[in-house]
Structures are given as C-alpha cells and as structure tokens.
C-alpha cells in the first residue's frame, strides 16, 4: 500500500507535469513574441500554477523544487526549438541536471509531505496573515523565479548561438559540476552532524562547515558563476548579462543568510562566536578562538 510521502510526491510529479505542460503551450501561443520574452512568460506561467496548487494545499512549498526543476528542463527545451546539439550546449544540459537532480533529491529526502512547510515562509504568514496570498505569490515564488530566470537568459542566449566548445566552455561545465559536489558534500555532512546531535543546539564546525557558515550557499551561488562562464565563451565579450550571477550572489548575501543566521542566533547564542571565526560563504582559513590563543602562549 503506498505511504502517505509517497503519494504526496506522486501529486508533486504530476503538479510539476502541468506547471510545465502549460509553460510549453503559453511559449507556443506567444509565437509572435522575441523568444526571450516567450520564455519568460511561459516561465511565469508555470510560476503561477504551482501558485495556485500551493494555495489549494495550503503550502508554499509546493514552489521549493521548482528552484531546481526548471532550469534543467528550460534548457533542454531550448535545445530542442533550436534545433542546437553542439557538444556545448550538451555539456551545459548535463551539467545543470547533474546539479538540479542532486538539489532536488536532497528536497526530496528532507520533505515528509503536505504538511510540511519550510519554516521561512511559516513566519511570512505568522506576521502578516492577510497580506499572505501576496507574499506566498511575490515574494516566495515569483521573485525567486526572476533570479532564476536572470541565470537562465544567460543559458538561453548561449543555447541559441550553439557555440563551439572551448577552454572556457569546459571551465565553466566544470565549475557547475564541482559546485554541485560542495553542495552533496556539505548536504551529507549536515545530515550526519543533524543525525548524531538530534536534539541538541549545536553549531556544526567539520568537514566544509568548518571553513565556511554556508558551503551549501557557496556551491548554489558558484553554479551560477558556472553558467556566466559558459556564456561569455560563447559571446567572446564581457556585457551586461553578468548582472546575472551578481544578482544571484545579491541574493544569499543580502537575504538569505541574514534571514538564516538571525533564526539560529535565536537558539544559539554561541553562533555568534562561529560567525567571528568563520567566512561567511567563501571556505577560507579560520580565526582561532581567543581562549584557543590564549593556551598557545602557554
């Protein structure tokens, strides 16, 4: 008989069927559009129905795995419109599912089911109830969406040049497959730490965790990069679209991880401690302790 995961992630597989079978059909009835713009309005389409599934079951993440979803099948369907298979490209589609695979088990294994909702989006509702069906839809889902979309127009704009591969083509394939190994790496390191101190309030300090507060934030924000660099070999010129990976770096830096490392000072005072020897994102030699110094000179 099938467990109640497995049935609330078979509902999941068949939402994310839709969201993208009406993406697809939004991109055609477009036609008359420039296919940048196609691809984003049928992006927000697919958007706005994993909205309207995530406010039916009354949880917003139900838009979680959509982060690393769609970039994978975006390019593979722009690889398919244009008809463009160069061993680039190629490399780019792997890479990026590589990744997405890997992010998306991850969600996967840590998700017990429908009602279960990530913590962020729990006090978005807490403090502002009303306005919830707003935030749900721009904050949590849509904005998220347009970062994505920044990185991805870089990736669609290469695809539809269907560049040759070159030194950079393989730097930048390389950098999104060594990015998704920090995260896998530093995933299954948390998990071990979660799984030996169940209960307890401590800090993790091994393994990446020990040169970095977010490796996991490291790996995410270097795909990117990753990505960037497999554009600017395909247009030999550094212009505007490195926005792109800035805004992605924006992102974790001025949101994400102050938002993260606010709720863990709330339950670890020693966190603060940690975030004084500790980079914030890029692995790099630690401060020591003041007492550790202190038995130094001894």
């Known amino acids: 008989m099938m467990n109640k995961k497995t049935r609330d992630m078979l509902i999941f ?5 839709l969201a993208c079978t009406v993406g697809v059909a939004v991109f055609s009835l477009v036609s008359s559009l420039p296919d940048v713009y196609r691809f984003l309005l049928a992006d927000v389409a697919s958007t706005l129905v994993i909205y309207l599934c995530s406010m039916l079951f009354k949880n917003a993440s139900l838009y979680d795995p959509y982060w690393s979803v769609i970039p994978p099948f ?11 298979f160069g061993l680039a490209n190629i490399l780019l589609l792997i890479a990026l599912s590589v990744w997405g695979i890997r992010l998306t088990y991850n969600w996967a294994s840590l998700w017990t089911g429908f009602h279960d909702m990530d913590w962020r989006y729990v006090e978005m509702k807490r403090k502002a109830p009303k306005l919830y069906p707003l935030t749900n839809l721009f904050g949590i889902q849509m904005f998220p969406t347009a970062i994505v979309f920044a990185q991805l127009a870089c990736a669609l704009m290469m695809i539809k040049i269907n560049p040759q591969a070159d030194f950079l083509t393989f730097l930048g394939a390389a950098i999104i497959g060594l990015s998704a190994l920090i995260q896998l790496i530093a995933d299954q390191q948390m998990k071990r730490f979660k799984a030996r101190t169940h209960g307890e309030k401590k800090c993790i300090e091994e393994g990446l965790w020990k040169y970095s507060r977010h490796p996991n934030y490291f790996g995410e924000i270097m795909v990117w990069w990753g990505v960037y660099v497999m554009y600017l070999d395909a247009v030999e010129t550094l212009d505007f679209m490195i926005i792109s990976p800035i805004l992605m770096t924006s992102l ?8 993260m ?25 630690r401060k020591e302790r003041d007492e550790d110094r202190l038995l130094d000179r001894a």
């Not at 975006?74 to 463009?84: D, E, K, R």
């Not at 606010?262 to 030699?285: A, G, N």
């Open 13 to 17: 597989l068949i939402l994310y069927v």
């Open 74 to 84: 975006m390019v593979g369907f722009a690889m398919i419109y244009y008809q463009a």
């Open 252 to 259: 974790f830096l001025l949101i994400s991880i102050p938002w």
């Open 261 to 285: 490392e606010r709720k863990i000072l709330q339950t670890r005072p020693e966190y603060k401690d940690y975030q004084k020897r500790v980079s914030m994102i890029i692995p790099f030699f």
